[in-house]
């Protein structure tokens, strides 16, 4: 069906380079359900489409793919600073996300972020629980000069936090970054825990934190603590690993909530805004 | 253990090719198709995945089933050795004196499981001392000693010495009389060979009896990748697979195993010291694919 120099995208024009793509979203980490989700759309956006001689069909559907992705990671936007900036304070900042992703060591890199724009920063030690917990957070502190409230191990964090943000009150401070344990979404008892914390902190800001290295999973951990309290956005650690953080697309997908900054090392600047654009150029590279 | 909702895909399938009587080419490429995105939703690395996947499709098609077995059963079996090959089995334990050292990424579990399995052998008879060469992490030491402490397990570490290689030789020295020794290290990936080096350097101290590479089960499509370089560092000797309490499968623990020749030593199910198991790998399968009990099928024929 040539005319003037188009042809007619049919499905079956379409089908090699939407398996490619699909592939290598597979292969960055996009999980399988997310990946069909987004192909499914820009077949269905494709097909029938006139496109111009010249223009491989390949390109057109690479081109679809970078807007869909595009679109999901840029559906609502927050800016933590502008945020942090305008809002009434102290502006009071829950963590939350499953075992060892990161939490304790992005407030640790947050805290720093606020302090060098003169914002002043609390820290509240909400992992009562894992052993350390307490003196690993500590230790951020100190070497940050930043005040941490704690209290003994084992005891509420909710009761915690309280004390963090009565703090921040009273001492004028603007920003109280809350920890917590980290807990798998499947453990009933520490997600109602979760939920509790929030009712009696009522936080301003609930992130969520994953790990760029996470797989399938990411979809169903993002959904359930979600689910459990609400986020406002999401950080991705170690971004350094190498790999392709396909997890973004997957957890912003099914929370349609913003990914705000992204981990890429162990030290304290290692935290960056996180930029849609730059994020697909990347996973689109080859 | 959380057994899921992608074995439902899977399941459906199966039943196609119950219903189908005799085995014909394009219901087992559907089947392969569904077994594919079974394995993908596990994490399994996507190149293994096609691999295995055309093995499979391709023996279906071209081996004769066993007398008494059906073209379902037959298929199952093939799926079930193919996997069995890559997986073999849990990786042997002797309960005798021995060195190990802890090796993985940022967070994917070392301390948790360090503790865990000095409580193994303690619990076998055996008297364990756990080392902290943790000097990167803060609150590492505290972490590790507070463990240590509650398990009543004797701990070696320098709180303020930040050399772990030297902390590591004097920590071997120290703990001479102890039956089974654990060297727990700093996590660190592929990409950090500052950290790699240091590895390489406390693996060089000893001749360790194991090497356990520690994955965390949620880990996707990096696995192979990080597997291999730790690998090529210190020689792994066996896997462990954290946080399987959870929803994710542990199907990067199958790509690292398949790249890098190794078997899979312990899963990790929880927290606290007693969540620790011998790795099964029927169960593993049967998680990996969301079904039951494939093993059953297989003694039939
Ligand atoms: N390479 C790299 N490592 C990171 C990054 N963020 C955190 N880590 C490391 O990941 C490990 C776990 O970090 P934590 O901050 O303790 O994680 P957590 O979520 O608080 O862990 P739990 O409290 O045990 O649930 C530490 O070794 C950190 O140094 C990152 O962006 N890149
Ligand atoms: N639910 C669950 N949590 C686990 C398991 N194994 C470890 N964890 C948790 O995962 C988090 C990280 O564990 P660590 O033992 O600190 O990990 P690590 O590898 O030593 O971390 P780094 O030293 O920072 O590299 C902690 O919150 C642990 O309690 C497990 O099998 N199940
Ligand atoms: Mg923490
Ligand atoms: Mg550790």
Known sequence: ?286 | MVLDNLGSSLKSAIQKLANAGKIDKEIIDDVVKDIQRALIQADVNVKLVMKLSNRIKERALTEAPPAGMDSREHVLRIVYTELVNIIGKATPIALEPQTIMMVGLQGSGKTTTTAKLARFFSRKGLKPAVICADTYRPGAYDQLSQLCEKLGVMFYGERDNKDAVAIVRNGLKETQKYDVRIVDTAGRHALETELIKEMKDIWGLTNFTHRFLVLDAAIGQQASEQAKAFNDAVGITGVVITKLDGTAKGGGALSAVSDTNTSIAFIGVGETPDDLERFDPDGFISRLLGMGDLKALVEKA
Do not use: C
């Open chain 1, 1 to 286: 069906a040539i005319t003037r120099g188009e042809v007619i995208l049919s499905e079956k024009d379409l089908e090699g380079p939407l398996w490619e793509l699909e592939m290598a979203l597979l292969e960055s980490d996009v999980a399988l359900p997310v990946a069909e989700s987004i192909i499914d759309r820009i077949r269905k956006d494709l097909s029938g489409q006139h496109k111009k001689f010249l223009r491989s069909t390949g390109d057109i559907a690479e081109d679809a793919l970078r807007d869909a992705i595009l679109t999901i990671l840029s559906a609502h936007t927050l800016d933590f600073d502008d945020y942090v900036k305008g809002h009434d304070k102290p502006v009071i900042v829950v963590f939350t996300g499953v075992n060892g992703t990161g939490k304790t060591t992005t407030i640790a890199k947050l805290a720093e972020r606020l302090k060098e724009s003169n914002v002043g920063v609390v820290i509240a030690a909400g992992d009562t629980f894992r052993a350390g917990a307490i003196e690993q957070l500590q230790k951020h502190a100190d070497r940050l000069g930043v005040k941490m409230i704690k209290h003994d191990q084992g005891s509420d964090p909710a009761a915690v936090i309280y004390d963090a943000v009565a703090y921040a009150k009273s001492n004028k401070k603007d920003v109280v970054l809350a920890d917590t344990a980290g807990r798998l979404h499947t453990n009933v008892n520490l997600m109602e825990q979760l939920k509790k914390i929030s009712r009696i902190i009522r936080p301003d800001l609930v992130i969520f934190v994953d790990e760029a290295i996470a797989g399938n999973d990411a979809v169903e951990r993002a959904k359930l603590f979600n689910d459990a309290v609400p986020i406002s956005g999401s950080i991705l650690t170690k971004a350094d690993a190498d790999s392709k953080g396909g997890a973004a697309i997957s957890i912003a997908h099914i929370t349609g909530k913003p990914i705000l900054f992204l981990g890429v090392g162990q030290e304290y600047k290692d935290l960056r805004k996180f930029d849609p654009d730059w994020f697909v150029e990347r996973l689109l590279e080859r």
